[in-house]
């Protein structure tokens, strides 16, 4: 039985011996629990407008905010020093920054474009990308490949290649759309795309291939299904899956759907290369009022994903998370839902129509999701267990682990450093707070 225990834990990431990093991470969660509202340092932003995303460079040397007036700012997390105002950065808001090494970075905006920036050279952008039609809401970057990848309220999905980046821009090409787009996000490893829509659904591109731009018919569609909750799991499985109206352009009963797809076209144990999943996840409340997902995150080792879920009738805000199922198919062309619902919470509902961003920890072992005026850190159970320790049979409720409120408007994002004991977080009025341990 250890054995056996040992191995599969490897197979999951788990482990001092695959993961050195566990026990580090595991000390640095008792120190967030410990973080207290007055240990924040603020740092204000003045006439910069709202914060809309902050993102730390992955050695947490550099805090970056995304801004409403056009702005990007830049800040040195450890002294909470002012380092750089990009004052024109884009012509609309800036939505979203994100790193794709220590030096190298992009920002979307309003007005359509994306731009790529050196922190060795910030007086001038490296370059500006050009394709979008719409707000651009959403960047993700395969490192395996070194593709940018984007996502606008045009519904396109664009792929640009960083390789062949030159002043005047990147080749490109879209590789996908989809009305009601929403939010864009890559798996850890890069093997799935997950894509979520102001009308409720989400679609899981399994197997993905950025190279492969996906036309109508191109791509083999599975199933459409809600997703499940654990205690559902059993009744759903013998009855099989509800089909539900898909935000795609082509439904199931196209030429590729799969009533059509055929054994070879499936690798063994799993589902063909760009197979489309679509999902309405179990979201609490009210089945028949639907839902619009705004925000999308995943777990850092690639085990869940975290949503916001807001319903039509504005009423009610929920925190989700889903469990991936890695399975073959229960059928051929059956496969079994991807997706599980296993923990959620009603949120403060503050601050309707605005778009808030919640994260998880660097382990996974925390989330940190706006509320109100304010950030709640929140566990799988109150010792912030890693989830694959404390699964449970049916969806659980979150365990609030500690709240911390120094804002005066709604916060819209907040961010864990990815080396440091600190949390980020950002407000509509356009302040920036820091929160760490006092020593």
Not at 242 to 270: F, I, M, W, Y
């Amino acid at each position: 039985g250890g054995l056996f225990a040992w191995l599969r834990g490897r197979c999951l990431g788990r482990g001092a011996a695959v993961d050195p990093a566990r026990d580090t991470f595991g000390a640095m969660t008792g120190l967030y629990g410990a973080i207290q509202p007055t240990d924040s340092v603020s740092l204000s932003t003045r006439t910069h407008g709202a914060v809309f995303n902050l993102e730390y460079s992955p050695d947490g040397s550099v805090l970056t905010v995304a801004c409403e007036q056009t702005e990007v700012l830049l800040f040195d997390p450890i002294s909470s020093k002012h380092i750089k105002t990009l004052s024109e950065a884009h012509e609309d808001c800036v939505n979203n920054i994100r790193f794709l090494d220590n030096r190298l970075f992009a920002t979307c905006s309003d007005d359509t474009t994306i731009a790529l920036w050196d922190l060795r050279k910030l007086n001038t952008k490296v370059c500006t990308l050009h394709g979008h039609t719409s707000w651009v809401k959403n960047i993700e970057y395969d490192t395996n490949t070194r593709l940018l990848v984007t996502s606008g309220f045009d519904g396109n999905v664009i792929i640009w290649d960083t390789n062949r980046c030159t002043e005047d821009g990147c080749p490109h090409k879209k590789f996908f759309h989809t009305r009601f787009l929403m939010r864009m996000r890559l798996t850890p490893d890069c093997s799935k795309m997950l894509i979520s829509t102001s009308s409720g659904y989400v679609l899981i591109f399994h197997d993905l291939d950025l190279n492969k731009s996906l036309e109508v018919g191109s791509y083999p569609i599975l199933r459409a299904r809600r997703s499940t909750s654990s205690s559902d799991v059993t009744a759903l499985g013998s009855s099989g899956p509800r089909a539900v109206a898909s935000p795609c352009h082509q439904n199931s009963s196209g030429p590729h759907s799969d009533k059509t797809l055929s054994r070879p076209a499936q690798r063994e144990g799993g589902s063909p290369r760009n197979s489309l999943e679509v999902l309405t996840p179990e979201v609490p409340g009210d089945r028949d009022r639907g839902n619009c997902i705004t925000s999308l995150q995943l777990h850092p080792k690639g085990w869940a994903t975290l949503l916001r879920c807001s319903s039509n009738t504005d009423d009610q805000e929920w925190t989700c998370v889903y469990e991936f199922q890695e399975a073959a198919p229960v059928r051929p062309v059956s496969p079994r839902c991807s997706l599980r619902l296993t923990h959620c919470i009603e949120e403060a509902n503050v601050g309707r129509g605005y778009i808030k961003e919640l994260c998880f920890s660097p382990d996974g072992r925390m989330i940190s999701s706006p509320h109100g005026f304010g950030i709640r850190l929140l566990g799988f159970d109150a010792q912030c267990s890693e989830l694959l320790d404390c699964l449970p049979r049916a969806a659980s409720p979150l365990c609030e682990i500690r709240s911390l409120y120094s804002h005066s408007d709604v916060v819209l994002t907040t961010k864990f450093s990815p080396t440091h004991c600190q949390i980020a977080s950002g407000c509509l009025s356009g302040r920036v707070s820091l929160y760490q341990p006092k020593f």
